[in-house]
């Protein structure tokens, strides 16, 4: 997919399926469910198949994703790929992302 993404999120992801606790005092609400992207986003993994685990996750109401810069294999690539996964389809939702 390129920057101009064909996907459209669920309409119904703000439903209430998905509970929302506020965090500490800061007034962020963050899902009780996040993503983490450890074993999923390395260069090792289909591209396809981490842009699907995202669109679902978002689809469910998931906004709060877990990334650190060592993440793979190898070290790195996931924060590459997950870049390029919110770059190409999130960027219209991106004040939802957390």
């Known amino acids: 997919m390129d920057i101009n993404s064909h996907y459209l999120p669920e309409p119904n992801r703000h439903d209430g399926r998905m509970p929302f606790r506020r965090c500490g005092r800061s007034g962020l609400d963050l899902p009780l469910i996040s993503l983490g992207f450890w074993h999923n986003f390395g260069d090792d993994k289909p591209l396809a ?5 995202m669109h679902t996750a978002f689809d469910l109401g998931i906004t709060h ?3 650190a810069n060592n993440y793979g294999p190898p070290f790195g690539s996931a924060e590459i790929n997950v870049g390029r996964i919110l770059r190409e389809d999130f960027a219209r939702y991106r004040d939802e992302l957390v």
């Open 49 to 53: 198949t981490q842009r699907e685990i």
């Open 65 to 67: 994703f877990d990334l």
